[in-house]
Nanobody
Framework: QVQLVESGGGLVQAGGSLRLSCAAS????????MAWFRQAPGKEREFVAA????????????YYAAPVKGRFTTSADNAKNTIYLQMNSLKPEDTAVYYC??????????????????WGQGTQVTVSS
């Protein structure tokens, strides 16, 4: 089992920044794919960003959904078993509950939530205009 715990959400004004963290514990894999999703009230869960990473080869790849590309950056700290989502130039439409998700044993990420095995509890991000 893998446990994911997100933190870092909050209230910020438009144009501001936040950094979300997602700490993994339990059975961690040397190769994994992790992703960030978000869900606004009344809307479906939306893919935000993904990272595929190997702690053995240090290979890492990232991908971003169009609405956040150039504003959001995801990264990983393997020593801390933690990934981050740095969110800059936030907009009111970024308001949502943000979730991290993980699938071990592969570098392949997906924008489909069903690809991921483990999920965090979510953290609220609210961007005021």
């Amino acid at each position: 089992q893998v446990q994911l715990v997100e933190s870092g959400g909050g209230l910020v004004q438009a144009g501001g920044s936040l950094r979300l963290s997602c700490a993994a514990s339990g059975r961690t894999f040397s190769t994994y794919a992790m992703a960030w999703f978000r869900q606004a009230p009344g809307k479906e869960r939306e893919f935000v960003a993904a990272i595929g990473r190997s702690t053995i080869t240090t290979y890492s790849s990232t991908y971003y959904a169009a609405p956040v590309k150039g504003r959001f950056t995801t990264s990983a700290d393997n020593a801390k078993n933690t990934i981050y989502l740095q969110m800059n130039s936030l907009k009111p439409e970024d308001t949502a509950v943000y979730y991290c998700a993980r699938r071990g044993g592969t570098l392949d990420w997906s924008s489909n939530p069903s690809w991921y095995t483990y999920w965090g509890q979510g953290t609220q991000v609210t961007v005021s205009s």
